[in-house]
């Protein structure tokens, strides 16, 4: 039981890792003189050097994709949160709905951005 304890903790700790990496990283898309993440668009020119840089937000899909990988975070965070408060509180054999319910917010939130053909 302490190893499965162990694992949930690992795989939120895994996710929130994940989720900030993903929302932070610089470059999602690269190519011909032009880089594009989530937060700005760059252009560069051939030396390599940054000509301008723009907010990507003017975009309602993008607004949108922002918002989600943001409540995706907060959600995840909330659940590692109830999760530990729950193990310490709940008896045994006590069932985690609560922590499941918000794990299940915060991944609803990201697959819908995976959804935007």
């Known amino acids: 039981m302490l ?10 700790v895994a996710v ?4 900030f990496v993903s ?3 610089s470059q999602w898309i690269v190519g011909n003189g032009h ?3 989530l937060w700005q668009n760059c252009s560069t020119s051939s030396s390599g050097n940054v000509h301008h840089c723009f907010s990507s ?11 989600t990988m943001i409540l995706s975070i907060i959600f ?4 590692l949160f109830l999760f530990f408060c729950q193990l310490f509180t709940l008896t045994k054999g006590g069932r985690f709905y609560i922590t499941g319910i918000f794990q299940i917010l915060a991944e609803s939130n ?3 951005m995976c959804s935007c053909d």
């Not at 190893?3 to 939120?12: E, K, M, N, S």
């Not at 929130?16 to 989720?19: A, P, S």
């Not at 937000?57 to 918002?67: D, G, H, I, P, R």
Request: aromatic share 2%; charged share 5%.
């Open 57 to 67: 937000s003017a975009n309602e899909w993008l607004q949108s994709v922002q918002a």
């Open 110 to 112: 990201s697959s819908q």
């Open 76 to 79: 995840s965070v909330l659940s």
């Open 3 to 12: 190893l499965l304890l162990l694992g949930i903790i690992v795989l939120h």
């Open 23 to 25: 929302t932070i990283v």
């Open 35 to 37: 880089s594009t993440d």
């Open 16 to 19: 929130l890792v994940l989720l």
